[in-house]
Nanobody, 129 residues
Framework: QVQLVESGGGLVPAGGSLRLSCAAS????????IGWFRQAPGKEREGVSC????????FYADSVKGRFTITRDNANSTVYLQMNNLKPEDTAVYYC??????????????????????WGKGTLVTVSS
């Protein structure tokens, strides 16, 4: 059974850092792109970052460039999102997702989440001002 489980969320002051984890099970992570998304109350879901299966390509929303870093540890079936210099506007539930298509190019058009068929349940990040 394909599962994605996010963890690492919490409450931090503005300027703080968090590292989110996306633990994958039920499939071999190596071959698949993984995206991170977020949804704030009353707002649409938005793509935050995406990493290709080979980790050769990473993508970031303009709002997080220079502050967030996506990495993957295939040996431990986990994708990470390191978030630094957090801002109150980063407050949201963060989700990871995949299309489960081997070596897909979904990261090139990931921002709305279309085609991402498998999602975790999310982890809440709250940044206080």
């Amino acid at each position: 059974q394909v599962q994605l489980v996010e963890s690492g969320g919490g409450l931090v002051p503005a300027g703080g850092s968090l590292r989110l984890s996306c633990a994958a099970s039920g499939f071999t992570l190596d071959y698949y792109a993984i995206g991170w998304f977020r949804q704030a109350p009353g707002k649409e879901r938005e793509g935050v970052s995406c990493i290709s299966s080979s980790a050769g390509s990473t993508f970031y929303a303009d709002s997080v460039k220079g502050r967030f870093t996506i990495t993957r540890d295939n040996a431990n079936s986990t994708v990470y999102l390191q978030m630094n210099n957090l801002k109150p506007e980063d407050t949201a539930v963060y989700y990871c997702a995949t299309d489960l298509i081997i070596r897909s190019t979904i990261c090139y058009d990931y921002d709305r989440g279309y085609g991402m068929d498998y999602w975790g349940k999310g982890t809440l990040v709250t940044v206080s001002s």
